[in-house]
């Protein structure tokens, strides 16, 4: 809903995550699907978001839900059907929404047909589209990558008496992006979709591509924390198995293909990296207009959610990024749900509708994970029913992603909370259900509510569009800054603590109307209620 028409639609769009597995069930297996979450889609356009991102629904045995390819061009059973997919794009557009749909292309599935005939021997005609190498003499991996989700990254085939590389499980083996018959394939199935009507992609693990093929050993890490880690993973600075400089290449070709196509998009997802920091790379990957179009990191996915560690953050970014564009995000499919992760046990509506307030006047385009339009907090899924295989490795230290993928919550007292008529793959928290659409949608007052009236309110603001940022300084637990842009100015401050602030604010910055909670701006400075916020309109010669 960009405010200036001349503008891309998805720099400064608010994009909303769809977790089809959790989203909604139509068919009564208990697992969502395309259909649901075409039948729900008037939900999403409601709420004044500009797209959804689809994550994975291609043809997948499901070790990792999805994120383990087998076709890249057809849609798993589960979910439905092309003719499924294709009618919900319709239906999304229908309703003025584009579609984002995710590409794993890091690695594929281990049933893919192109690994069938890659292990089968050293010299069929894939036998170098996967990364193979001999072991060291000792019969040990040929180095010490790790994998993501714990231990070694090789993994032994013995038909080719090699390893193959991993860096997520054991059933996903990594493509060799060093073979050009590799990405022109990849380049190709992309356009299968371009062509297909998708408006862009969110890009899963976008610095795993490429690997040092001198397969060198990783140099340990050094911070303090790592003492701390319960997954080896941290241990290393990963300098060798990912974020390879070859990498910008392939996303200078991965642009030009998706520049052949009118007003498409591509959103990368950058990990954890080795000597340099992830928004580093985030700042690399977006800049100069011929890679990404932008990026996320996990660097809101994690930390205190403290107003000073936000801004550090964001600042970080900014000192960086030049003419590169951000994507921000608080919660997605990863990641524990950001009101327990941040706000404990039991946070407050009010403190979650400061987060949300925060997120969504940052500079850049905002991921909005379903059901954080509910406030809903980390689900309790105990370990008898666990599906992530990341959980079940590093339980109890680590209890997985579950608690971040249990069913959308739609009607409180209806079974299994209205999404599905049987039991579904994974349990409904009975706080949850406390929270249900049906609950929210007609309480005013509801984080759902709240969420639905600022993200419109923010659709009409153009330095929220598109304008700059620049952080002021503030009290503890405070966060502030302008945003700018040729046609308005905003002062932007809220409150992340539980007790009441006072700010010097500018004389003539004019309250508008927004519906945060309630807090007032005089001559003695801004008044900031507990978890309350404030966005007033500067004068053109206002100093801050």
């Not at 139509?26 to 969502?32: L, S």
């Not at 964001?314 to 030049?322: S, T, Y």
């Not at 406030?375 to 490795?393: K, M, R």
């Amino acid at each position: 809903m960009s405010v200036d028409n001349q503008m891309p639609w998805w720099r400064g769009a608010v994009i909303y995550q769809i977790y089809p597995r959790s989203f909604a069930d139509a068919n009564g297996d208990g697992v969502g699907d395309l259909p649901g979450a075409t039948a729900k889609m008037e939900h999403i356009a409601n709420l004044g978001v500009d797209a959804v991102w689809l994550s994975p629904f291609f043809r997948s045995p499901m070790a990792d839900f999805g994120y383990d390819v087998s076709d890249y061009r057809d849609v798993d059973p589960l979910f439905g059907t092309l003719a499924d997919f294709d009618a919900l794009l319709a239906r999304a557009h229908a309703l003025g929404l584009k579609v984002i749909i995710d590409q794993v292309l890091s690695h594929t599935s281990i049933k893919h047909p192109w690994f069938d005939e890659s292990r089968a021997s050293r010299d069929n005609p894939k036998a170098d589209w996967y990364v193979w190498a001999d072991p060291q003499p000792d019969g040990s991996p040929p180095c010490n990558w790790l994998s993501v989700f714990g231990g070694s990254a090789w993994a032994w085939e013995s038909r080719r008496r090699q390893y193959y590389l991993h860096n997520f499980l054991v059933e996903q083996p990594d493509l060799n992006f060093h073979n050009p018959e590799v990405t022109a394939q990849l380049l190709d199935d992309v356009a299968f979709w371009l062509d297909r009507g998708v408006d862009g992609f969110r890009l899963d693990t976008v610095n795993f591509y490429f690997h040092d093929p001198k397969f060198r050993n990783n140099p340990p890490n050094d911070h303090p924390d790592v003492a701390h880690a319960s997954n080896p993973y941290a241990m290393q600075r990963h300098v060798y198995d990912k974020t390879r400089p070859e990498n910008i290449g392939f996303l200078k070709q991965l642009r030009a293909l998706t520049d052949q196509y009118q007003d498409r998009t591509l959103m990368g997802e950058v990990g954890e990296v080795g000597a340099d920091t992830a928004l580093a790379v985030m700042a690399e990957y977006t800049s100069g207009g011929d890679k990404l179009h932008m990026a996320y990191t996990f660097d809101l996915l994690s930390g205190d959610g403290s107003a000073g560690y936000i801004k550090t953050t964001v600042q970080a970014l900014e000192d960086r990024i030049a003419d590169g564009w951000p994507c921000w995000a608080m919660g997605n499919h990863d990641v524990m749900r950001f009101p327990t992760r941040w706000g404990g046990n039991n946070p407050s509506d009010d403190w979650v509708k400061a987060m949300l307030t925060v997120l969504f006047c940052l500079r850049g385009s905002i991921c909005l994970y379903q059901g954080e339009e509910l406030g809903l907090p980390e689900a309790d899924v105990p370990y008898e029913f666990l599906q992530d295989p990341f959980g079940i490795n590093f339980w109890p230290e680590f209890k997985g992603r579950d608690g971040a993928r249990t069913p959308m919550p739609w009607q409180s007292d209806a079974p299994y909370a209205g999404f599905s008529n049987t039991e579904p793959w994974l349990p409904i928290d009975p706080r949850h259900r406390q929270r249900a659409v049906d609950r929210q949608i007609s309480d005013a007052e509801s984080i759902y509510s709240f969420t639905r009236r600022l993200l419109q309110w923010r659709s009409a603001q153009p330095a929220l569009q598109t304008g700059d940022i620049l952080f002021l300084e503030a009290p503890v637990g405070v966060i502030a800054f302008t945003r700018g842009s040729d046609h308005q100015r905003l002062l932007v401050a809220v409150n992340l603590s539980t007790d009441p602030q006072t700010l010097n604010i500018p004389a003539t910055t004019t309250l508008i109307d927004h519906g945060l909670k309630a807090s007032s701006a005089s001559s003695g400075g801004l008044h900031l209620s507990a978890n309350g916020a404030y966005v007033g309109k500067l004068a053109d010669s206002a100093a801050v």
